[in-house]
């Protein structure tokens, strides 16, 4: 079987297509949650933290205080 000329044994085949399979459902599901958050204009928590840290940034650099 094509598993043992790699080099693999059954057992850590099926790990790591669990795992796999555990990794591609996260993904689809964080995918669907972010779009559909941007279809009722919500902001996602990725685009929503950095534009926090963006605007913070902004605010804290010398020189720029409005005092």
Avoid: Q
Wanted: one cysteine or more.
């Amino acid at each position: 079987m094509i598993w043992n000329e790699l080099g693999v044994s059954g057992g850590t085949a099926l790990i790591v297509l669990c795992a796999l399979y555990f990794v591609v459902k996260w993904a689809v599901r964080s995918g669907i949650r972010e779009a559909h958050a941007r279809m009722n204009g919500e902001r996602g928590w990725l685009r929503g933290g950095c534009e926090k840290l963006l605007s913070e940034g902004r605010a804290s650099e010398p020189g720029k205080a409005s005092d």
